[in-house]
């Protein structure tokens, strides 16, 4: 068997794992904006629901962007192990 995996192999794992991913994230959309947001159900949506849902979505995106950002300027200001021991 060898020690490094098939190329194309990887690259659609990770494509079906960045699908899962987003499927998990708009799962979670979904349910938190509909128990924000929805009173009763029913046949057509009222402009006040229709106004949370927005709302909720944009937020939501606006927090999820917020957070990848703040992980990613964490991860760009960590010192490596190795090199914190080399000081």
């Known amino acids: 068997m060898a ?13 079906e794992t960045q699908k899962q991913r987003f499927q998990t994230l708009v799962h979670q959309l979904t349910e938190l904006c509909w128990d924000k947001c929805m009173e009763k159900p029913g046949p057509k949506m009222d402009a006040r629901s229709e ?16 957070i990848l950002n703040r992980l990613e300027q964490t991860q760009k200001s960590k010192v490596p192990f190795s090199e914190s021991l080399s000081d």
């Open 3 to 15: 020690a490094t995996a098939d190329p194309e192999l990887q690259r659609f794992i990770e494509a």
């Open 51 to 66: 106004g949370c849902f927005v709302n909720c979505v944009e937020r939501f995106i606006d927090t999820s962007q917020f």
